[in-house]
T-cell receptor, first 114, second 112 residues
Framework: DTGVSQNPRHKITKRGQNVTFRCDPI?????LYWYRQTLGQGPEFLTY????????KSRLLSDRFSAERPKGSFSTLEIQRTEQGDSAMYLC????????????FGNGTRLTVT | RKEVEQDPGPFNVPEGATVAFNCTYS??????FFWYRQDCRKEPKLLMS???SGNEDGRFTAQLNRASQYISLLIRDSKLSDSATYLC?????????????FGTGTRLLVSP
C-alpha cells in the first residue's frame, strides 16, 4: 500500500497529557499538510511543509502544537498539555508539486481528550 | 460568515434521481476549486476539480461561476454508492501550494 499512512488510528488521553502523531506521506510527494476535522465540520488547515521546511501555519495552531518533518519524509504533530477542545480527527495529506496536484489524505488519527 | 458555505442537507433521493449541490465562497482571490467526497469516518477523497468552463466526469458535472462566486455539482442517475458527504473546497494558496478551505459538506443519502 503506497498511500498516506497515519498512526495511531485512535488515541485517548487525559487532559494535560502530551500526544504525538505520525504521518508517512506517499514517498515521492514533497508536500505534506496537516488538517483537523471536528464532527459536522469540514477539515481545517493547520500547517504545510515543502520537503523539510514548514512554510505556513494556521492561527489554529497554538503554541501547544508543534509539527516537524525532519528529513523531508515522515512528519510528526505533537500537542502538549492537551485540552478537551483538542478532541478531533487529525488528518495528514501529501501531494506532489503543482497547483492542481490532488491532496491524498491518510485515514487520520482520532484524538479523544477526557 | 464561513468562507465556504454549503447546505448541510441531508439530501434524500431515490436511486436514479438527479441531485444538485451548491456552494458559495467569499474570497474572490481563491485560485482553484474542487469537490471532495467523504464517506462516514473515512478520509476525504478528491472527486473532481472544477474548471471555469465547467467539466464533466461520467455522471458528475461541476460548474464554476467566478462572478457570483458560486460552485455547483450535479450528480445524474444516482447510485446507492453515491451516499456520502460532498465537500466543496477552494484553494487560497499561492505559488502552487494548496491551502484548501473546506465547506462543512452536504450529506447525500441515496435510497433503493
Amino acid at each position: 500500500d503506497t498511500g498516506v499512512s497515519q498512526n495511531p488510528r485512535h488515541k485517548i488521553t487525559k487532559r494535560g497529557q502530551n500526544v504525538t502523531f505520525r504521518c508517512d506521506p506517499i514517498s515521492e510527494h514533497n508536500r505534506l499538510y496537516w488538517y483537523r476535522q471536528t464532527l459536522g465540520q469540514g477539515p481545517e488547515f493547520l500547517t504545510y511543509f515543502q520537503n523539510e521546511a514548514q512554510l505556513e501555519k494556521s492561527r489554529l495552531l497554538s503554541d501547544r502544537f508543534s509539527a516537524e518533518r525532519p528529513k523531508g519524509s515522515f512528519s510528526t504533530l505533537e500537542i502538549q498539555r492537551t485540552e478537551q477542545g483538542d478532541s478531533a480527527m487529525y488528518l495528514c495529506a501529501s501531494s506532489s508539486t503543482g497547483a492542481r496536484s490532488p491532496l491524498h489524505f491518510g485515514n487520520g488519527t482520532r484524538l479523544t481528550v477526557t | 460568515r464561513k468562507e465556504v458555505e454549503q447546505d448541510p442537507g441531508p439530501f434524500n433521493v431515490p436511486e436514479g434521481a438527479t441531485v444538485a449541490f451548491n456552494c458559495t465562497y467569499s474570497n474572490s482571490a481563491s485560485q482553484s476549486f474542487f469537490w471532495y467526497r467523504q464517506d462516514c469516518r473515512k478520509e476525504p477523497k478528491l472527486l473532481m476539480s472544477v474548471y471555469s468552463s465547467g467539466n464533466e466526469d461520467g455522471r458528475f458535472t461541476a460548474q464554476l461561476n467566478r462572478a457570483s462566486q458560486y460552485i455547483s455539482l450535479l450528480i445524474r442517475d444516482s447510485k446507492l454508492s453515491d451516499s456520502a458527504t460532498y465537500l466543496c473546497v477552494v484553494n487560497r494558496g499561492n505559488t502552487g501550494f494548496q491551502k484548501l478551505v473546506f465547506g462543512t459538506g452536504t450529506r447525500l443519502l441515496v435510497s433503493p
